[in-house]
């Protein structure tokens, strides 16, 4: 540790305001980018878990008891940070903007008047009736969750499933329009 970084945190834990945290900021951000992009992450996703890190010093370090050990802290919660952000991409499950993705297909003499032809194709994918109409509501009639739930007597989290499942199911056959792009 620079006598700079010792004297910023011993500062910083001795009275916790703006000026003493931008100071430590300023030093440990870019140790805390470059311990993130030393296991693995991009440069952007590494400057957001630095943030996040340094947003937890601010709120926590009141709680600290040996000021000693104020790094060590520091990296440990990094490291469940990095956890965190493994755990949270282990659950993404690919879907697709359905917004996008009529940019992408191909149609020279597209019909001004049926802007959502290539939206209504898609639908023939669902299985279901019930998503093919939930879909339409959310994303041709512009309809928000709330209304959907409201006309359809559902509870709002089903009409959100049902969009999300939707999403996912049209992924696999929407996907090889994306690289053609």
């Known amino acids: 540790m620079s006598l700079q970084e010792c004297e910023a945190t011993k500062r910083f834990l001795g009275r916790a305001d703006n000026d003493s945290f931008d100071a430590l900021f300023r030093i440990l ?28 010093v601010y709120r ?20 469940h940070a ?35 032809s290539e939206f209504r194709h898609w639908m023939k994918f669902l299985d279901d009736e019930k998503e ?6 959310r994303f041709v009639e512009e309809w928000e969750y709330h209304e959907i739930a409201a006309a359809q007597a559902i509870p709002i989290g089903t ?6 499942n939707s999403k996912k199911k ?8 994306e690289r053609a792009a």
């Not at 693995?40 to 590494?46: R, S």
């Not at 690919?94 to 959502?116: G, Q, Y």
């Not at 009409?159 to 999300?164: A, K, P, T």
């Not at 049209?170 to 329009?177: E, G, R, T, V």
Request: with cysteine; glycine share 2%; hydrophobic share 45%.
């Open 170 to 177: 049209l992924a696999s056959h929407l996907s090889p329009l």
């Open 29 to 56: 951000s870019p140790q805390l980018v470059a311990f993130f992009r030393r296991r693995g992450h991009e440069k952007g996703i590494a400057e957001d878990l630095a943030q996040e890190v340094m947003l937890t």
């Open 60 to 79: 926590k370090a009141g709680q600290l008891r040996d000021h000693k050990l104020f790094r060590a802290w520091l990296f440990k919660v990094a490291r």
């Open 82 to 116: 990095a956890c965190r952000h493994y755990a949270h991409q282990a659950r993404q499950v690919p879907t697709v903007d359905l917004a996008e993705m009529t940019e992408m297909l191909p149609s020279p003499n597209r019909n001004p008047f049926a802007p959502n």
């Open 159 to 164: 009409v959100q499933w049902r969009v999300f």
């Open 132 to 137: 093919r109409e939930t879909m339409i509501l």
